[in-house]
């Protein structure tokens, strides 16, 4: 009977992993629209910068993501070993702040 429970939290573990340390909880995520209007209002960095920051690999989205201590730039990547990482950068300074 303790199988079943101990085999679910080790998938979790698996497709969930923690975040780093000091990584900003991301709240709620930003429309397209939202995104565009803090964009152009100079709010936050354009995505380019971001995407720079996260460094290497094929970008395969950016979103602009509210957390508790403000906005952030969540850039998923494929990597060169095929592997999927999720990069956080600060929206307003343009530095990455961690990584899921």
């Given at each position: ?29 930003l ?20 995407l ?36 956080i ?9 961690g990584?899921r």
């Amino acid at each position: 009977m303790l199988i079943i429970p101990i085999l679910a939290m080790s998938t979790l573990s698996v497709v969930m992993p923690a975040a780093e340390p000091g990584v900003p909880k991301i709240e709620a995520c930003l429309s397209d629209r939202e995104m565009r209007e803090e964009i152009e209002s100079h709010h936050v960095v354009q995505p380019i910068v971001a995407l720079r920051a996260a460094g290497t690999g094929e970008k395969i989205r950016e979103k602009l993501c509210k957390t508790d201590t403000g906005l952030v730039y969540l850039i998923t990547a494929l990597g060169h070993d095929g592997h999927v990482s999720r990069v956080i950068i600060d929206a307003v300074s343009g530095v990455r702040v961690g990584a899921r």
